[in-house]
């Protein structure tokens, strides 16, 4: 069955330090994966895609099929970075079905 | 146009009533579809309608939950019978074909649901 594991719930750091939201996934086709936001009293939002290898807001995410994981990185951690992020896997064949992950808690401190 | 709207933003309600959620889409978009998520988990899908006919259905839609898109624009999520797993919030989200997959779904604030 196709999942996708975030293995911290919470995640802390100091601004100006590099993160890494962790993301791995279990998927037999070829997958398509994003990363979605959620700021504080908003709507979550697609934050990256893989497809398109884009840097949004100095955050990158590269797959790695080898270790089927789609980390989410940023050198340097701001304040406003604090956000719930949810890892999501789009499936092949039709499906309009996105798998998201549990998410993870990230609060940049000052 | 304000984007996904959601209606109501929350409701309780006691075990074993009914309750419909109303979802307006961007009205451009076609597509349009549910989500369940409950505390602590990611959002599940339940269904997608393109226009106004049901394409996907998740086996998470038990036979107490229905949904409608009756004239391709608004959408109503039905659960009959309701039981307290069913406490959750009900996102709904919205797409033109497959931009989706560029610019992500848009989606609502959500439904929150408490069943006591």
């Known amino acids: 069955a196709q999942r996708v594991t975030q293995p911290e719930k919470l995640l802390s750091v100091f601004k100006g330090a590099p993160v890494e939201l962790k993301c791995n996934y279990s998927?037999?086709?070829?997958?398509?994966l994003f990363w979605y936001v959620q700021y504080s009293r908003q709507r979550l939002q697609l934050l990256l895609r893989?497809?398109s290898r884009e840097s949004i807001k100095g955050f990158t995410a590269d797959l790695n099929k080898g270790e089927t994981s789609f980390h989410l990185k940023k050198p340097f951690a701001q304040e406003e970075d604090s956000a719930m992020y949810y890892c999501?896997?789009?499936?092949?064949?039709?499906?309009?079905?996105?798998?998201f992950g549990k998410g993870t808690k990230l609060t940049v401190n000052p | 146009d304000t984007g996904v709207s959601q209606d109501p933003r929350h409701k309780i309600t006691k075990r074993g009533q009914n309750v419909t959620f109303r979802c307006d889409p961007i009205?451009?978009?076609?597509?349009l579809y549910w989500y369940r998520q409950t505390l602590g988990q990611g959002p599940e899908f339940l269904t997608y309608?393109?226009?106004?006919?049901?394409?996907?259905k998740s086996r998470l839609l038990s036979d107490r939950f229905s949904a409608e898109r009756p004239k391709g624009s608004f959408s109503t999520l039905e659960i009959q019978r309701t039981e307290q797993g069913d406490s959750a919030m009900y996102l709904c989200?919205?797409?033109?074909?497959?931009?989706?997959?560029?610019?992500?779904?848009?989606f609502g604030s959500g439904t929150r649901l408490t069943v006591v």
């Open positions: 989200a919205s797409s033109f074909g497959q931009a989706w997959k560029f610019y992500g779904y848009t």
């Open positions: 893989h497809i």
């Open positions: 999501a896997l789009s499936l092949q064949g039709g499906s309009e079905k996105l798998v």
């Open positions: 998927y037999s086709g070829s997958p398509e």
């Open positions: 309608f393109q226009n106004e006919a049901q394409l996907e």
């Open positions: 009205s451009e978009h076609n597509r």
